[in-house]
């Protein structure tokens, strides 16, 4: 089972330069999520999809800006890379409901020099 | 300000030993989620929890959510090394998903 899948898992960028993340989940679920994790600050939530069509800021959405394509796919887009977002982000998908639970792709390393 | 403290944040222990890690929020959650994160990898899900009181084994791992939903604790029997990696807890209120900031457990041999 695929799950949860991104890419790319490793990049780097040059300060201003633009790339997308891309991320689809196959388990038909409704609510998707973009997070970044640093070290010593836990995973903080960039943009979510609760549901197809709709995107919601999260706690960190300056510098990113996102797409619900259709159910499965859901893109993370920096249009003007900085130092600051040197990270590690994860895509991550929930069908919501009763017993709601988070799964996770295997990460995109991101550094931007 | 972080919705879900966790404690301790840093755990080192011998083989054998057992430890509880402790996520705790003033909040109520519908549901909550322990999560390990090995170097390198994204989160796996370990267990979901539901019910205030509940409580769940997964081999020498038992966990278990408040009575008023708003806390966790995470018992390890018999730490071994395959044990390492980053515990997370997660607790969820409609769609949204609250993280603690982890546990880093390092079992030695």
């Known amino acids: 089972n695929a799950g949860v899948t991104q890419n790319p898992k490793f990049q780097v960028l040059k300060t201003g330069q633009s790339m997308t993340l891309q991320c689809a989940q196959d388990?038909?679920?409704?609510?998707m999520y973009w997070y970044r994790q640093d070290p010593g600050m836990g995973l903080r939530l960039i943009y979510y999809s609760a549901s197809e069509g709709t995107t919601d800021k999260g706690e960190v959405p300056n510098g990113y800006n996102v797409s619900r394509l259709n159910k499965r796919e859901f893109s993370l887009r920096l249009e003007s890379a900085a130092p600051s977002q040197t990270s590690v982000y994860f895509c991550a998908s929930s069908r919501g409901g009763s017993g709601n639970t988070i799964y996770f792709g295997e990460g995109s390393w991101l550094t931007v020099v | 300000t972080q919705l879900l403290e966790q404690s301790p944040q840093f755990l080192s222990i011998q083989e054998g030993e057992n430890l509880t890690v402790y996520c705790n929020s003033s909040?109520?959650?519908?549901?909550l989620q322990w999560y390990r994160q090995e170097p390198g990898e994204g989160p796996v899900l370990l267990v979901t929890?539901?019910?205030?009181?509940e409580v769940k084994k997964l081999k020498r791992l038992t966990f278990q959510f408040g009575d008023a939903r708003k806390d966790s604790s995470l018992h390890i029997t018999a730490a071994q090394p395959g044990d390492t990696g980053l515990y997370l807890c997660a607790g969820a209120t409609g769609n949204q998903f609250y993280f603690g900031t982890g546990t880093s457990l390092t079992v030695i041999p």
């Open positions: 909040s109520v959650f519908s549901s």
């Open positions: 388990m038909n679920h409704n609510s």
């Open positions: 929890v539901v019910t205030g009181g």
